[in-house]
């Protein structure tokens, strides 16, 4: 997984940089495999004036399986990072669980069903007993 990590602030620090990689990295471990690229960013959205304005945004493209994005806003960044990350690990369990569920049960897809249905047919019509030409 590669985590690129972009602080849109004055007071950007490496620490912060390695804290939120790290962080990210460690909770999502067990599907590292399966995220191709994180974008981490950071804003200040009111800038000097203080308040709940550390956001910190995530989004995590995994391939087939689409892309999961999370939100967080908070008055320190180091808390801005741990919320953003504790969504998007969320939402990152709930679509393997449903992926998970989907292959247990075995749905498939629209366009699966119908190859296999058209499959189904040829194989049908191969089977049938030649007509009589009495």
């Given at each position: 997984m590669r985590i690129d990590v972009r602080i849109n602030s004055k007071r950007s620090s490496g620490t912060l940089r390695s804290f939120a990689e790290g962080l990210l990295a460690r909770k999502?471990?067990?599907?590292?495999?399966?995220?191709?690229?994180?974008?981490?960013?950071?804003?200040?959205?009111?800038?000097?004036?203080?308040?709940?304005d550390k956001e910190c945004r995530?989004?995590?493209?995994?391939?087939?399986?689409?892309?999961?994005?999370?939100?967080?806003?908070?008055?320190?960044?180091?808390?801005?990072?741990?919320?953003?990350?504790?969504?998007?690990?969320?939402?990152?369990?709930a679509r393997f669980?449903?992926?998970?569920?989907?292959?247990?049960?075995?749905r498939r897809t629209d366009r699966y069903q119908s190859s296999l249905a058209a499959a189904d047919a040829e194989t049908a019509q191969l089977a049938a007993p030649p007509e009589s030409t009495r």
């Amino acid at each position: 997984m590669r985590i690129d990590v972009r602080i849109n602030s004055k007071r950007s620090s490496g620490t912060l940089r390695s804290f939120a990689e790290g962080l990210l990295a460690r909770k999502l471990g067990a599907h590292a495999s399966a995220i191709q690229h994180a974008q981490v960013r950071l804003s200040d959205i009111n800038g000097p004036r203080g308040g709940i304005d550390k956001e910190c945004r995530i989004r995590l493209a995994m391939g087939r399986s689409g892309a999961v994005q999370a939100t967080h806003s908070a008055f320190d960044w180091y808390d801005a990072v741990i919320g953003a990350v504790a969504v998007v690990r969320t939402a990152v369990a709930a679509r393997f669980d449903r992926l998970d569920e989907r292959r247990r049960s075995g749905r498939r897809t629209d366009r699966y069903q119908s190859s296999l249905a058209a499959a189904d047919a040829e194989t049908a019509q191969l089977a049938a007993p030649p007509e009589s030409t009495r």
